[in-house]
């Protein structure tokens, strides 16, 4: 009886820190122009089935914006991180497009406290951008 117990006990705390340690990465984080240090945009980062993504939710300025992308989209509303899985000290796996750029990059993202460190890269050579929590903000349709 104490095996089953201690079993059950076992298997719940592995589902709760399975649950906790993929909301650690769920939410929205405000981009960090790098160049002027001014707030960019809100990313809003989801889970499905184990892979995380994220799209850009609100836009501090000019939300007309339109990516650097086959087709023109607008940036308010473009997925711009797919396919990331955990792995290692954070997520990886996947890319992350710079819409301004329309330039797409392998990716990182890990935690440094309460913010997030995202690293886009080719090969060994990336620039990480650190992201701040936000609140919430919906996209317009």
């Not at 989801?46 to 501090?60: E, M, P, R």
Request: proline residues 3%.
């Amino acid at each position: 009886m104490n095996y089953l117990i201690k079993s059950f006990i076992c298997i719940a705390a592995v589902s709760v820190a399975t649950a906790v340690s993929a909301k650690e990465f769920i939410g929205c984080w405000t981009t960090i122009d790098d160049e002027t240090k001014e707030q960019k945009s809100v990313v809003e980062i989801t889970v499905d089935n184990g892979v995380y993504s994220g799209k850009i939710v609100h836009l501090f300025k000019n939300e007309d914006a339109v990516a650097k992308l086959p087709g023109s989209p607008k940036i308010l509303g473009l997925k711009i991180i797919s396919d990331m899985k955990r792995g290692g000290k954070g997520l990886n796996g996947g890319k992350i497009t710079d819409p301004k750029k329309g330039k797409t990059y392998s990716c990182e993202i890990w935690r440094d406290g309460e913010n997030l460190v995202v690293r886009g890269k080719i090969a060994f050579l990336g620039r990480n951008q650190t992201w701040l929590p936000s609140e919430k903000r919906e996209a317009k349709k």
